[in-house]
């Protein structure tokens, strides 16, 4: 049913369900900005702010509402007339985007995860079922065609991408839990040379390598870190994930 995505570049879903990207930059930051409100009105001044950052070029109205009557054609277009039909409003203060329930990657992402907590305790199984969807929801950077136009849509892709780190960990944390050891090794081996410095990561990977026997490793795992982080830092890692060690080490035992 998702329709509209910002998981990745921003792109619209048509009829028969293949991805389509917006012509134009300024059309799909327009898009970007209307999606990220949530079908709440953005005014014309924050649109211009965001679509020109350097500035709204002359007969800036004009300019914007041609971008507006542009971008009602290409949904118009993409998703059917039936479909497309009245999907911006306008108002005295601005526009805004219709969006269903479901069509918005984005939005699909947040409920998944939120089912999963809700059953991570009583059925972990569903839950790490429910988180993968999730992730595979994830086409690449957030907004990756049109961050860099703005602070706002910057500073929503971070947030974006922080939830999506924060989420994998639950998902490999899940998974540790359900003694699927060796499926996760992998996966944190890539994504603690990704994200060198994230803790939590490393505690995850420590603990899965300690239950699979692999000690010497999880301790050659440390060992890497702790010289960056007082390299680089000048600090030492976290009690939590030396106890992590020392669990490894010592019985290969420890929650996740």
């Given at each position: 049913?998702?329709?509209?995505?910002?998981?990745?570049?921003?792109?619209?879903?048509?009829?028969?369900?293949?991805?389509?990207?917006?012509?134009?930059?300024?059309?799909?930051?327009?898009?970007?900005?209307?999606?990220?409100?949530?079908?709440?009105?953005?005014?014309?001044?924050?649109?211009?702010?965001?679509?020109?950052?350097?500035?709204?070029?002359?007969?800036?109205?004009?300019?914007?509402?041609?971008?507006?009557?542009?971008?009602?054609?290409?949904?118009?277009?993409?998703?059917?007339?039936?479909?497309?039909?009245?999907?911006?409003?306008?108002?005295?203060?601005?526009?805004?985007?219709?969006?269903?329930?479901?069509?918005?990657?984005?939005?699909?992402?947040?409920?998944?995860?939120?089912?999963?907590?809700?059953?991570?305790?009583?059925?972990?199984?569903?839950?790490?079922?429910?988180?993968?969807?999730?992730?595979?929801?994830?086409?690449?950077?957030?907004?990756?065609?049109v961050r860099e136009r703005s602070p706002r849509?910057?500073?929503?892709?971070?947030?974006?991408?922080?939830?999506?780190?924060?989420?994998?960990?639950?998902?490999?944390?899940?998974?540790?839990?359900?003694?699927?050891?060796?499926?996760?090794?992998?996966?944190?081996?890539?994504?603690?040379?990704?994200?060198?410095?994230?803790?939590?990561?490393?505690?995850?990977?420590?603990?899965?390598?300690?239950?699979?026997?692999?000690?010497?490793?999880?301790?050659?795992?440390?060992?890497?870190?702790?010289?960056?982080?007082?390299?680089?830092?000048?600090?030492?890692?976290?009690?939590?994930?030396?106890?992590?060690?020392?669990?490894?080490?010592?019985?290969?035992?420890?929650?996740?």
């Open positions: 049913m998702v329709c509209f995505r910002v998981l990745g570049a921003v792109g619209v879903l048509d009829a028969e369900g293949e991805q389509v990207e917006v012509p134009g930059e300024l059309r799909r930051v327009m898009l970007a900005m209307l999606l990220l409100n949530g079908g709440k009105v953005v005014p014309r001044e924050q649109l211009a702010e965001e679509m020109w950052p350097d500035g709204t070029p002359e007969h800036g109205v004009n300019a914007l509402q041609a971008h507006v009557v542009r971008l009602r054609h290409d949904l118009d277009r993409l998703l059917g007339v039936g479909q497309g039909k009245r999907r911006i409003g306008t108002n005295r203060f601005g526009y805004s985007l219709r969006v269903e329930s479901g069509e918005l990657d984005l939005d699909v992402f947040d409920s998944l995860c939120a089912e999963s907590r809700e059953l991570s305790e009583s059925d972990p199984a569903t839950a790490s079922d429910m988180l993968l969807r999730a992730l595979e929801l994830w086409r690449g950077p957030a907004l990756a065609d849509l910057y500073a929503a892709a971070v947030r974006a991408e922080e939830h999506h780190t924060l989420v994998l960990e639950e998902f490999i944390s899940l998974n540790i839990r359900m003694g699927n050891y060796d499926g996760v090794i992998g996966r944190l081996k890539a994504l603690t040379a990704r994200y060198p410095h994230r803790e939590r990561l490393f505690e995850q990977l420590i603990t899965a390598l300690g239950r699979t026997g692999r000690k010497v490793e999880a301790a050659n795992v440390f060992r890497r870190l702790r010289a960056e982080l007082v390299a680089e830092f000048g600090v030492e890692p976290s009690p939590t994930l030396s106890r992590r060690v020392q669990e490894a080490l010592d019985q290969g035992s420890g929650d996740s």
